[in-house]
């Protein structure tokens, strides 16, 4: 496997020996999601964890996003994280893997 950037501003790719081009989901730091193109961390984002966890909404397209402290798993840790950075201040978002 080879990682490469084709420029800072877009997607990191990951190259398999099949010739494949994948992007990898995970750009920067972690929060965003929804998944959204301009990668902004949000509310919007705050509810689709919420609607993910406890209403069985939609997976979020990158699981290492969700997965706000880095443990490997989505749970509420997550979720007090992400309210913690979104309304009360608390650290930014992990660096993504």
């Given at each position: 496997?080879?990682?490469?950037?084709?420029?800072?501003?877009?997607?990191?790719?990951?190259?398999?020996?099949?010739?494949?081009?994948?992007?990898?989901?995970?750009?920067?730091?972690?929060?965003?999601?929804?998944?959204?193109?301009?990668?902004?961390?949000?509310?919007?984002?705050?509810?689709?964890?919420?609607?993910?966890?406890?209403?069985?909404?939609?997976?979020?397209?990158?699981?290492?996003?969700a997965?706000?402290?880095?443990?490997?798993?989505?749970?509420?840790?997550?979720?007090?994280?992400?309210?913690?950075?979104?309304?009360?201040?608390?650290?930014?978002?992990?660096?993504?893997p």
């Amino acid at each position: 496997i080879y990682t490469l950037s084709l420029h800072d501003a877009l997607p990191i790719y990951i190259w398999y020996e099949h010739g494949i081009l994948i992007p990898d989901c995970c750009i920067g730091i972690r929060g965003n999601i929804n998944g959204d193109i301009n990668e902004t961390i949000n509310v919007t984002d705050l509810v689709f964890l919420v609607a993910y966890m406890f209403e069985n909404g939609d997976s979020p397209p990158c699981f290492e996003e969700a997965d706000m402290n880095g443990s490997g798993t989505i749970n509420m840790s997550d979720l007090v994280y992400l309210v913690n950075f979104a309304f009360d201040y608390g650290p930014a978002p992990l660096l993504c893997p």
